[in-house]
């Protein structure tokens, strides 16, 4: 097989289980700090009662378990950090709700708006503690020295992901943020994580030097077109399917990708610099700014950067010369989750 | 020499110097977002600018060191777990700061009351990741079975810290808390991270397996003694030399141990209930409230129990029979943290 859903329908009760597990409540009088991460999971309901919500993709633990695949481990052995990885994206989640101010998440109130920013603080602090002492299971399945150079891959893109967050809370204040400044921005809040996820796999799958490094290397590229095919969905969403709602990020004045291209623009710049300067935006805007920045190329140009960061995610792939199933599941996962042949 | 002092005055520089090194800005872009650190840490004033203001007192770090040393190993060996754990400690403080809405500390404005709540959250989750990130650094000193086994004391009191806070800030609703509830809050909020303090220090000083235990116990009790006694100073901190606000915990109405004691109390009771589910507090409630808690032998109580917890922690200090000048330094350092003789 090679179409990665037939894995992703193999590991993903495995990947359930084992995360309910790690968040049962050890004990009654705490069993509501570890149900709000229930909840936030999709596990439970608002009153904390047993639910099934939509929940997240878990495109990160898929990607590990995979490259643990492709390069001739077995799933067990990865799955513990399978579930680090995904604990931790989650984590970040639930902090990033508050720094955004986001009152809802895959349809449902976040935590910090159903039981305030206090606990929606700590139950991130929680998970993201979960989400490390998890990965000593590994030593069921690795010696010391891989387990350590496992978490010091958690441990570094745990560094990166807080700067990443800082800077994309830092460009928030301004119009003055290059492309260059932005990439980095998203290598850090998005890619690295992603990077780590495929590395991680290739680790624990006892891959070659320069076997994991290339799996890293296609991690961080799928993770860059990733964010940048997410960039134009977010303004110019309402042409393709997507659960997200229309031109989201033009109405929050989000400086993606194709903003930061169009505030640039020697013709179409100015204009949008008053624009964005200015009073919030409405619904009756949206077409107008969308228009402004396909004036400017914005659109052509990110897609033109998604489907070369995709490339370069494939080709990173190729370069390894393997040629597993779940490897090509991972190329078949790739084209999925960019949405763009390349 | 057996005075901690001794050992502090050694300590310290080279504690904070690794810890500044720690905490250094690996690029420009993100040079704040170290820097708030550094603020918090007392490194840097409010316009980040290089400072030496008021610092915690490193008693966390100051405790593994000397069980280490104790032990009969060397401070090195200790030094990257003895940062880990200093930072920890104030990656808590930071995120405190935000959930009980405290506006300084240390004399100085908070994090969030400077560079607002998601700016802190952030920089509260760096000082974690960074705070794990360091304990790497035990590989140079430790063979990775070792490492690992640190790591694991690391993790597991850092789930038992968000534990010990959901239920700190879940108490604050209701009246209804038992001795017994509160003893288990402080256990996970306070006496945890003490105790793994000490027995960190312990496992890279090779304790053998009892001494690491008695450590552990000593300063489990000693961080019990120490949140009772700050509990009691809390509530009649003027009598006492403190750089706590007077009766701050009244204003605030915070149901520290000796509260607690009063509400429980057959006579004394009823009367505390209905205020402490009243109107707010002033300065000149305070005279009365401390004399109810008084005719309920609140204060009594809790110098007691105090003083029980003390016993128990030397208790299991003499257990090991060690007598090294810094095994009886951390004698010292118990009395002096706890304020009594037992």
Chains 1, 2 share one sequence.
């Not at 903003?259 to 020697?266: K, N």
Request: glycine share 6%.
């Amino acid at each position: 097989m090679s179409s990665y859903r037939e894995y992703m329908a193999s590991y993903l009760p495995r990947l359930e289980k084992y995360m309910q597990e790690v968040i049962a409540p050890p004990a009654p009088d705490v069993a509501q700090h570890y149900e709000m991460m229930a909840y936030h999971l999709g596990w439970r309901d608002e009153r904390l009662q047993p639910a099934q919500a939509k929940a997240g993709k878990r495109v990160r633990p898929l990607l590990c378990l995979l490259a643990c695949e492709a390069v001739g481990g077995t799933v067990e052995a990865a799955l513990p950090a399978a579930v680090s990885i995904e604990l931790l994206h989650n984590f970040s989640l639930i902090h990033d709700d508050i720094e955004d101010n986001s009152p809802t998440r895959r349809g449902r109130p976040t935590i910090w708006r159903l039981w305030g920013i206090p606990q929606a603080i700590n139950v991130g602090d929680a998970m993201f503690s979960l989400a490390r002492r998890v990965l000593h299971d590994l030593s069921a399945w690795h010696r010391p020295e891989r387990v350590l150079e496992a978490f010091r891959l958690f441990d570094n893109v745990c560094v990166a992901l807080t700067e990443g967050q800082h800077l994309d809370m830092r460009f928030e204040e301004t119009l003055e943020v290059s492309e260059a400044a932005y990439l980095r921005m998203i290598e850090g809040k998005t890619a690295a994580l992603i990077a780590t996820s495929v590395e991680m796999g290739a680790l624990l799958g006892d891959a070659t030097a320069p076997v994991r490094q290339a799996y890293a290397t296609f991690g961080r590229y799928l993770g860059l077109a990733f964010q940048i095919e997410d960039d134009i969905l977010g303004i110019w969403g309402e042409e393709v399917k997507t659960g997200k709602s229309t031109a989201s990020d033009i109405l929050t004045k989000k400086k993606t990708w194709p903003v930061i291209y169009g505030l640039h623009h020697p013709q179409v710049g100015p204009r949008l610099r008053e624009l964005y300067a200015g009073p919030p935006f409405t619904e009756k805007d949206v077409p107008y700014i969308q228009a402004l920045l396909e004036e400017a190329g914005a659109r052509q140009a990110a897609e033109a950067l998604a489907t070369q960061f995709h490339r370069q995610a494939l080709a990173a792939l190729d370069e390894t010369s393997i040629t597993s199933p779940a490897h090509m599941a991972l190329r078949d996962l790739a084209h999925a989750l960019v949405g763009r042949e390349a």
